[in-house]
């Protein structure tokens, strides 16, 4: 089945700091992946969409220059959390879709703490 | 714009059937789904259902969609404890492959054994 491989489970970094995370289609293509952030106890917040090739789509709210996302080849899309704040400390997970029937196979989460 | 909303908290006894609740506004959803998940993972898909369907069954999972009510439920059947997790339903939004989806708030479900 498709699996969506993302790293680091978990990562404690020092405010200020930038943070990479990495969203890996493992055995199809994925043209569009997702990033989503979700808060204890709350449920997912889409923060943007990544497009194999072009720049990515930001919800509402979400700063882009804050939140850094490329996705330079069918298989990989990163998300990078630029100087890292207390309040960024999350859980991030990303998605990726094989098609309508499939629906959306999410990565395992990483946890971030910025301390 | 688009909401999907669940009840927060369900609990039942091992054995007992689960049923878990879901309403949602956009009448153009095409696919809507059940998502699991444990504690400090991703998600799994459970089941989905397509818009022209009553109701689907996979195993111990059935999924009933009222579309005049946009009303979704997924029942599970034979509850165990390793059924306990956060579910969430999950609406389609937009006609494109690559529409996005828009998530419930997720049912708990505890199981007592």
């Known amino acids: 089945g498709a699996v969506v491989s993302q790293h680091p489970s978990r990562v404690i970094c020092k405010s200020g700091t930038s943070v990479k995370i990495e969203c890996r289609s493992l055995?199809?293509?994925?043209?569009?992946m997702f990033w989503y952030r979700q808060f204890p106890k709350q449920s997912l917040m889409l923060m943007a969409t990544s497009n194999e090739g072009s720049k990515a789509t930001y919800e509402q709210g979400v700063e882009k220059d804050k939140f850094l996302i490329n996705h330079a080849s069918l298989t990989l899309s990163t998300l990078t959390v630029t100087s890292a704040h207390p309040e960024d400390s999350s859980f991030y997970i990303c998605?990726?879709?094989?098609?309508?029937?499939?629906?959306?196979?999410f990565g395992s989460g990483t946890r971030l703490t910025v301390v | 714009g688009e909401d999907v909303e669940q009840s927060l908290f369900l609990s039942v006894r091992e054995g007992d059937s689960s049923v878990i609740n879901c309403t949602y506004t956009d009448s153009s959803s095409t696919y809507l789904y059940w998502y699991k998940q444990e504690p400090g993972a991703g998600l799994q898909l459970l089941t989905y259902i397509f818009s022209n369907m009553d109701m689907k069954q996979d195993q111990r999972l059935t999924v009933l969609l009222n579309k005049k009510d946009k009303h979704l439920s997924l029942r599970i059947a034979d509850t165990q404890t390793g059924d306990s997790a956060i579910y969430f339903c999950?609406?389609?939004?937009?006609?494109?492959?690559?529409?996005?989806?828009?998530f419930g708030q997720g049912t708990t479900l505890q199981v007592k054994p």
């Open positions: 055995d199809f293509q994925a043209t569009t």
């Open positions: 999950a609406e389609r939004y937009g006609s494109s492959n690559t529409g996005k989806l828009i």
């Open positions: 998605s990726a879709s094989r098609g309508l029937v499939y629906g959306y196979t």
